[in-house]
Structures are given as structure tokens and as C-alpha cells.
């Protein structure tokens, strides 16, 4: 198993360019998400899809879409890229067995808007 | 979710025993203490989780005190891999966000 899959890895734009970050799953999860980091901070939610046909908004939507195009992928994307969200994108799916409930993440996407 | 407190920084020897602390004096009856850690420039890695039992796994042993309020995260035998910066999450399950909220964490230093 690959796990969680993100492409690309760096991606570098200009004020008001538009890109698609692009995110798959090969472990059967139901729910998958999309967090930023900026630096030295924690990760905060974008969007999250509970199921694939779903999506919600998560803390900082604003400025993002997302498709839930099946159950393994969810994209997210930037119609208008913007300084503010220089930032790295993790991708996420969530495993829920009884208690056990564990989160596991892609390797990131490194965003540089100029 | 409840709030946690961690230190920001710890620092341990390579080989011996890393203790890392976390407050969660708000917790309820129904929310677990989960943590996660985050090596430099990777996603964040689920480590271990419990709800008020101690509980141990390949990767560590979780503590939580009686009344629940704090609990420790141990590296049995810290390595220079472990540097990383440790999440102490209290979340309950099912919960609407189904989201995970990372605060500051504790960034360990594991030394030589």
C-alpha cells in the first residue's frame, strides 16, 4: 500500500494563478481531509469529506474548493492563488475501527505563491 | 474537543527514557487522549491513543492519571529519529468536525 499519495510535492505560483492539489488514498477510507501548516504553527482544517459525495467546510475555507471525486481522491483548489496561502498542504484519511481511530497523513505539498 | 497544554521544548539523551507531559484538565467522559508526532518536513505520524487506561504499543506507552486530567507520553529509548514535534490531542469520538486539532505541540530534541 502507497497509503496516502499527494502531488505535487512543490509548487510555486503567481498573485491570481489557479492550481489543483491533487491527493489518493489506497486504504478504503471513507473520510479523507485537507489541512495547511504555516510555520512553527499546528495544522488547521480546510475541507473534509466524511464520505465519498461529501464535503464540509472545516476552520479556513475561504479561498479554497474541494471535489470528492471517489472514494480514493480529493482535491483541493486554489481559483485564484493569493501570498496568504504560501503554506504546506497535508492531505489526510481517517481509519475508524471501534475505538481506534487514527488519522494518516500524505507527505505534503510545499506552496509558494509570489 | 478539550484544550491541552504542552511544554514548548524538552530535551532528551539518546538511549534513555523521554517523558513528555500533557495537561488536559477539561476532558470529558467520552473524549480520548490521542497523540501524534511530526518529524521535520513529513505529515504527522499517529502514535499511540487511550482513553483512561495506560496502554503501550511498539512505538510507546501512554500514562493517564487517575482523575484523567494529565497524562505522559514515554519513548522508552529515545533515538535521534525521535526528534519530532509531539501532539497531545483530546478528542471524542464521533464528533462533529471530525477533525483532528493540532496545537503547539512539544518539540523533543534528542541528543547524542
Known amino acids: 500500500n502507497a497509503g496516502v499519495t499527494q502531488n505535487p510535492k512543490f509548487q510555486v505560483l503567481k498573485t491570481g494563478q489557479s492550481m489543483t492539489l491533487q491527493c489518493a488514498q489506497d486504504?478504503?477510507?471513507?473520510?479523507m481531509y485537507w489541512y495547511r501548516q504555516d510555520p512553527g504553527m499546528g495544522l488547521r482544517l480546510i475541507y473534509y469529506?466524511?464520505?465519498?459525495?461529501?464535503?464540509d467546510k472545516g476552520e479556513v475555507p475561504n479561498g479554497y474548493n474541494v471535489s470528492r471525486l471517489n472514494k480514493r481522491e480529493f482535491s483541493l483548489r486554489l481559483e485564484s492563488a493569493a501570498p496568504s496561502q504560501t503554506s504546506v498542504y497535508f492531505c489526510?484519511?481517517?481509519?475508524?475501527?471501534?475505538?481506534?481511530?487514527?488519522?494518516?497523513f500524505g507527505p505534503g505539498t510545499r506552496l509558494l505563491v509570489l | 474537543d478539550a484544550k491541552t497544554t504542552q511544554p514548548t521544548s524538552m530535551d532528551c539523551a539518546e538511549g534513555r527514557a523521554a517523558n513528555l507531559p500533557c495537561n488536559h484538565s477539561?476532558?470529558?467522559?467520552?473524549?480520548?487522549v490521542y497523540w501524534y508526532r511530526q518529524i521535520h518536513s513529513q505529515g504527522p505520524q499517529y502514535i499511540i491513543h487511550?482513553?483512561?487506561n495506560n496502554e503501550t504499543n511498539e512505538m510507546a506507552s501512554l500514562i493517564i492519571t487517575e482523575d484523567r486530567k494529565s497524562s505522559t507520553l514515554i519513548l522508552p529509548h529515545a533515538t535521534l529519529r525521535d526528534t519530532a514535534v509531539y501532539y497531545c490531542?483530546?478528542?471524542?469520538?464521533?464528533?462533529?468536525?471530525?477533525?483532528?486539532?493540532f496545537g503547539g505541540g512539544t518539540r523533543l530534541m534528542v541528543k547524542p
Open positions: 489526510a484519511s481517517r481509519s475508524w475501527i471501534g475505538s481506534m481511530e487514527t488519522q494518516y
Open positions: 486504504m478504503n477510507h471513507n473520510s
Open positions: 469529506s466524511a464520505s465519498e459525495g461529501t464535503t
Open positions: 477539561t476532558i470529558s467522559g467520552n473524549e480520548y
Open positions: 487511550g482513553l483512561k
Open positions: 490531542i483530546v478528542r471524542a469520538l464521533n464528533n462533529a468536525g471530525n477533525m483532528l486539532t
